[in-house]
DNA sequence: TTGAAAGCGCTAACAG
DNA sequence: CTGTTAGCGCTTTCAA
């Protein structure tokens, strides 16, 4: 691995010089020779900057860490092609880290930060991950944005336009004729889940509805979970015709669940799932969602994290553009 | 951020005593007070060492990279888990790296470790990356090691045994009486894919039957691509009452083409899967697969490559316990 | 237009 | 048992 003093002897001139050219320093002025033979000498050794050296130099690693729950789950694929794309466009390297347990995954970040192996943060908070503990992160020297999450002391964040997708889920069920429209949702602490709530209720009292309680359940987006809300709220005396789940892969376990006990979709109920993922074209019926902009989430997330390294003051996004768009498959259908 | 030589200060001590007694050198003998008295301070001042000083002065960084197609795959879930836990074990940093379009991605991993960002890598091939294309990211000097994928030229690798998963999942078919068995296989280029086919034929050759062509298709693992290949042979003349899917997501793309044109799971044929993942209980029918031991795959390949730097010749590793397991559900029957 | 030199934080060889 | 010191590769101020 060729250093730099190996490039500045070969090309004939002091270290320095080298730096400056091969660091595009506009400050600089060499003759156009001396710049030529430089560049030469690098491409001729194959150079690449040593990364230790100029971290401990500048004291920063040029390196961001996006860390969610679980990285395996797909919805996360447009996330990270869009956390990807912009730190490659801004010079950044991306790491991908997870946190199952996040009490101990917040000290493997706080580490991350404190070693200097990143410089910053795009983080989605678990619901388990109290407001505290997250101060705590960020008391840290942390530069952190928080993705699909948020902190009530607002300190940098990107979301979903949650209200707009889960009031467009809703007006597709009540445009179909439905009447009767539960809604399997997050966690009362979850702010998101508060929001997709409220657009779910919004849209109910523009048809001229209200929401009804036993119609609606709030245990989380896990399948097993979402499964068990289905079956309970459909096992109520008078139950709803149609679900709105609070997310995909719930919805796919209230899908399961829902066949189980010989509910059919859509025949007897019709479901809508916010969020999209290549499975809810397989699942049966095929899975009606509306997708969001995921990528564009990741994207202006490591955006916003890199203004902020540079000073900038921290800012709390709602990305509205491009809007939650229903993506119509076949388990919606006009109420029995 | 605390430095060392500020913990040497307060415990007053130099800084060569304070390393030595936070690195916990077993060659230095320092008096047990002098000793907590340095322990004490870093504590105090809540010290980590900062990475990249110790990067340039060590020249590596105590870094590793997993680099997967694609992260997403929920099939690589248990992968990460292992490779994770491997990680931490050995007091090594793991970042998780993607590579969608390799060609690409492979630049991304030469200045991964050209800049010394991380040690070496684990590298799941895509079928698309060349034997030559490995050799060069090699001959860079990266250590690897390739996990779920192989080389002609050995140099490092921890696959699974995919004979005996392809071969349990055939014999399970023919213990429920099926003497048609057709197989959706990996892309013939594929090492792995031909070892799967190896155990298919393996199996069928015990109960005395033969690889018959019509019945076997070798499009890869997408969904998609899956799909097309149950489509096409089920419309052979007179096709098989059972399939082999070489990979679980091929499987659940191929019910979904199944159930469009027809053909009732497991009424009309029955579908068994190589690899699991949580979906595969959400299709209809839920789908009997064979786990393999990702996990293991992930932990042995992060322990072999950490071997690998400290110098250890290369190795080529088939995880062959815990073994392949069936996961009985209910795409699977007998013959009609 | 170019070069010399300091120093980022750390480890380890060597000296006391 | 402990301290001094060189130097990893880099950027940048200052001087020429």
Chains 1, 2 share one sequence.
């Not at 459909?234 to 995909?248: D, H, I, R, Y």
């Not at 993506?327 to 259908?333: E, M, Q, Y």
Request: charged residues 25%.
């Amino acid at each position: 691995m060729a250093t730099l003093s190996e490039i500045a002897a070969r090309a004939g001139v002091s270290v320095s010089v080298a730096s400056r050219v091969l660091n595009g320093d506009p400050t600089v002025r060499t003759r156009p020779e001396t710049r030529e033979r430089v560049l030469q000498a690098a491409r001729d050794l194959d150079y690449s900057a040593n990364y230790a050296g100029r971290a401990l130099r500048l004291a920063r690693s040029k390196a961001l860490a996006l860390v969610v729950p679980n990285p395996s789950n797909p919805l996360f694929a447009d996330l990270l092609a869009g956390a990807s794309d912009a730190s490659g466009e801004c010079d950044y390297t991306l790491l991908v880290g997870h946190s199952q347990h996040f009490t101990e995954g917040s000290d493997v970040i706080r580490r991350l930060v404190r070693e200097g192996r990143v410089d910053g943060f795009v983080l989605q908070r678990t619901d388990d991950l109290t407001d505290q503990a997250l101060e705590n992160l960020v008391a840290n020297d942390a530069r952190i944005v928080l993705v699909a999450s948020r902190t009530p002391r607002r300190r940098g964040s990107v979301i979903l336009d949650d209200v707009a997708g889960a009031r467009l889920a809703t007006e597709h069920l009540l445009s179909l004729g439905h009447r009767r429209v539960g809604l399997i949702g997050g966690v009362e602490a979850s702010d998101i889940a508060r929001r997709r709530e409220q657009g779910y209720v919004v849209a109910l009292r523009d048809a001229g509805l209200r929401r009804r309680e036993t119609w609606v359940r709030r245990l989380g987006y896990a399948p097993e979970v979402a499964a068990e809300a289905a079956t309970s709220i459909m096992s109520e005396p008078s139950g709803p015709t149609a679900l709105v789940v609070a997310n995909v892969n719930g919805a796919i376990g209230a899908l399961t669940a829902l066949r189980q006990t010989g509910v059919e979709v859509p025949g007897d109920v019709s479901v809508v799932a916010i969020h999209d993922q290549w499975m809810a074209a397989h699942t049966w019926p095929p899975l009606t969602t509306v997708k969001m902009a995921f990528y564009d989430v990741g994207y202006r997330a490591v955006r916003l994290l890199i203004d902020q390294l540079a000073g900038a003051p921290a800012d709390d996004i709602v990305v509205g553009d491009p809007p939650p768009r229903l993506v119509l498959r076949a388990s919606t259908a006009p109420p029995p």
